[in-house]
Structure formats: C-alpha cells, structure tokens
C-alpha cells in the first residue's frame, strides 16, 4: 500500500541541539516529496519540497531534508533549532497523483 | 495575498445530526481540496475539485459525506448523519496548478473546521 512513515511521534530538543525527524515511504514509481509545518494556532504551510534534481533540498528557516532513493527516505534535517521551531511536522509525498501525509512529528524546543 | 478561508472554526453536534463546512479558496486557485484530520494523524484526503469538477472522491465515504463546488469558486462540505468517529479537524486547501500538476505548486491551508461529533 501506499504510504508515509514518520519514525517520531514527539520530539523534544532543546535550543541549538541539532534535528533530524526520519520520514520513509512505500512506492515503487517516481515520486515527488514534501515537509509541511504547523506552527501551534496556525495552518499548515509548505516548508520543501523535492521533484528532481539535487537530492539535498533546502527549505525556509535553515531547514533541508535529502532524498534517499535507494531507502526510499526524506528525512529533514536543522543543525540548530529554536524554540520557534516548535510545531508539528508532516511528511507527505504524492503516488499517482494523490497527496498523502504521513501521520506528523511534534517538535517541542524548549528554550 | 488573502488565504483560504474556512467556518466555522468549531461544531459541537450530536451522533445522527447533520453539519455543513465552508470553504472559500484563493482567488484564482482551480484545484481546491478537503482534507480529514483525526487526531494523532495526518491528513486524509477526501475530496479533490478542479474548478467545479470532481477530480478523485475515492476515499469520501458517499453515504454519509457529500461536498460540492458549484460555481468553481466556494464549496461545502456536509455530513449527514455524523457518526462519533467523524470527529476531527476538517481542511480545506488550494492550489494554483490543475490536472497532474496540481501538486507542483504549494497547497494553501486554512486552518480548519473542528467537529467534535458527541
């Protein structure tokens, strides 16, 4: 079947400690990649996206995420968050056509 | 530019009773979709519109769910009857692009309508 796994449920970092949430999908054809953030009382909103190209893709606020072919991975990285980073995170990827989300990541960074 | 806008932002009903959900999309966006949220899960796409036209309701469940986009623009989400494990945050989104490119450009959320179903 179809589908996105995010390794985290919640994470919790404190500030400056270097992140990295594992996302990996079931698929076999082309794919394209995303990470969607929620900030607490707001919408989600696009953070990167992969289609092709460069595997390493950068995203808003220092954040990038690399593409694994071969592990079938999008994991998002940041060397140093901030407690502003809190939020929850959704990877997502589209299989012919449909957008599909993984279940999300609750960052908490406590400052 | 204005966002995808979205009410009401809270319902409270009981099991059996009806519920609509409104969805006003960015100007000039074609492709609008519906989202279900449960809690503790992502997204779950419901419903995709490009203009007025469905273009996949394979995972909304047609007893009981409905939604429409008449004039390309607006569109509604209803439910009737609800079901307990209908509650869950229901999203709207929309996107410039159309057909197969419809997720190269970004999908603007609202932020949601929460239905608590008791």
């Known amino acids: 079947a179809q589908s996105v796994s995010q390794h985290n449920h919640h994470v919790i970092l404190s500030e400056a400690a270097s992140l990295e949430l594992g996302c990996n999908y079931s698929?076999?054809?082309?794919?394209?990649l995303f990470w969607y953030v929620q900030y607490p009382g707001q919408h989600l909103q696009l953070l990167l996206k992969?289609?092709?190209?460069?595997?390493l893709v950068k995203g808003i606020k220092g954040f990038e995420a690399e593409f694994i072919k071969s592990k079938f991975s999008f994991n998002l990285r940041k060397p140093s968050v901030q407690w502003s980073d809190t939020a929850e995170y959704f990877c997502?990827?589209?299989?012919?056509?449909?957008?599909?989300f993984g279940q999300g990541t609750e960052l908490s960074v406590k400052p | 530019e204005a966002g995808v806008a979205q009410s009401p932002r809270y319902k409270i009903i009981e099991k059996r009773q009806s519920v609509a959900f409104w969805c006003n999309p960015i100007?000039?966006?074609?492709?609008l979709y519906w989202y279900q949220q449960i809690l503790g899960q992502g997204p779950k796409l419901l419903i995709q519109?490009?203009?007025?036209?469905?273009?996949?309701d394979s995972q909304l469940p047609k007893d009981r769910f409905s939604a429409e986009r008449l004039k390309g623009v607006d569109s509604t989400l209803k439910i009737q009857p609800a079901k307990l494990e209908d509650s869950a945050v229901y999203l709207c989104?929309?996107?410039?692009?159309?057909?197969?490119?419809?997720?190269?450009?970004?999908?603007?959320f609202g932020n949601g309508t929460r239905l608590t179903v008791t």
């Open positions: 519109f490009q203009n007025n036209g469905v273009v996949d």
């Open positions: 992969y289609f092709s190209g460069d595997p």
């Open positions: 989104a929309s996107s410039l692009d159309i057909g197969s490119s419809s997720y190269n450009s970004p999908l603007h």
């Open positions: 997502a990827f589209t299989p012919g056509g449909k957008l599909i």
């Open positions: 100007s000039g966006h074609a492709t």
């Open positions: 698929y076999g054809g082309t794919v394209n």
